[in-house]
């Protein structure tokens, strides 16, 4: 159990990697309050996965692009349960297009969900940590598209580089109030994000060819890594990025 009794709070978490970062920190003994914007049946589902284990959660709805969502997403979570030790930041949108004719609202949506939606979030998140005087623990599923680009992902890998970024600085002005925060670099992982582009049997080929562990990602791969960075066992990490990609980041031949 290395969450006994935490507070964890998780953005996205209606499906995904969000929902298994949710159910493994009830694994480990937390409550949980997970954010989402639309899957109704996907969060409730979360939340009865998470009772089923003994621990409480509530589903919050909200979008994060919206400022407002971020404060009332942690008072729900300090109603509910007294405080946040943890905070996860997974939300976030990948449309798929290309670059010369992209059109700017899918450019600013995925800039606004992925960038400011986690800004907003760890800002919240951060002042009620500092509040309660305890310290904490944010992780924020950046990418491994932080580190290398996509032709189809112009406007995607800017904003996973800068929630990898926004670690980095964070780690630096929350040092001092005993919060520590780092990121996780998912490769691919299977998911509703990636369903229609990895539908592509030649994509899906050269995707998984790329991997050296010998197959795609599974949101449960990434539950563990999340669970380690939230729990003091990483008492002394922070400002890191820990790529969870099967070795598709060094496979260069
Ligand atoms: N899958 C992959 O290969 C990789 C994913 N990632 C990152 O992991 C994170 C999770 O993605 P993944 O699990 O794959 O995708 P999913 O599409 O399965 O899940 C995305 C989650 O984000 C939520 N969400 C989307 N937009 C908003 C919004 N505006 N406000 C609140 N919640 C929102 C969705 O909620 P709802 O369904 O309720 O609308 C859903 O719960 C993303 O940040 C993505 O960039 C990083 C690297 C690789
Ligand atoms: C959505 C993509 O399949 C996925 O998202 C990322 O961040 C990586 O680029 C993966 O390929």
Redesign the pocket.
């Known amino acids: 159990m290395l969450l006994k009794d935490k507070v964890v709070l998780v ?9 298994a970062a949710a159910i493994g920190a009830a694994r480990h003994g937390a409550d949980v309050a997970i ?5 109704e049946a ?2 409730a589902d979360a939340v009865a996965q998470i009772e089923a284990l003994g621990r409480r959660a509530i589903a919050v709805k ?4 919206q400022v407002e ?1 971020a404060q009332a997403f942690v008072d729900a979570a300090v109603e509910a349960f007294g405080k946040v030790d943890v905070f996860v930041n ?5 449309p798929f297009h290309a670059f010369l004719d992209m059109p700017p609202e899918v450019m600013e949506r995925t800039m606004k ?2 960038l400011f ?1 986690a800004y907003y979030m760890v800002q919240a998140a951060a002042n009620q940590m500092v509040k309660q005087g305890h310290g904490g623990s944010i992780i924020a ?5 932080a580190l290398v680009g996509g032709g189809m992902q112009t406007h ?1 890998t800017p904003t ?1 580089a800068g929630v990898h970024s926004l670690m980095q600085s964070t780690a630096i002005a929350l040092g001092k109030h005993g919060i520590r925060c780092n990121s996780v ?10 369903k229609e582009d990895l539908a592509d049997v030649a994509k899906r080929e050269y995707m998984s060819g790329r991997i050296p562990l010998g197959r795609l ?1 599974e ?1 449960d791969d990434l539950a563990g890594p999340i669970v380690f960075l939230a729990s003091d066992l990483a008492n002394y990490v922070t400002g890191a990025a820990l790529l969870v990609d099967g070795g598709a980041f060094v496979n260069l031949q």
């Open positions: 953005t996205g978490a209606s499906g995904g990697i969000g929902k954010n989402y914007h639309s899957d996907g969060a909200g979008d994060v692009a969502t997974n939300a976030g949108i990948c969900v992925n939606g599923v950046s990418s491994i598209s995607y996973k670099l998912p490769g691919t992982i299977e998911t509703a994000i990636n990602g949101p």
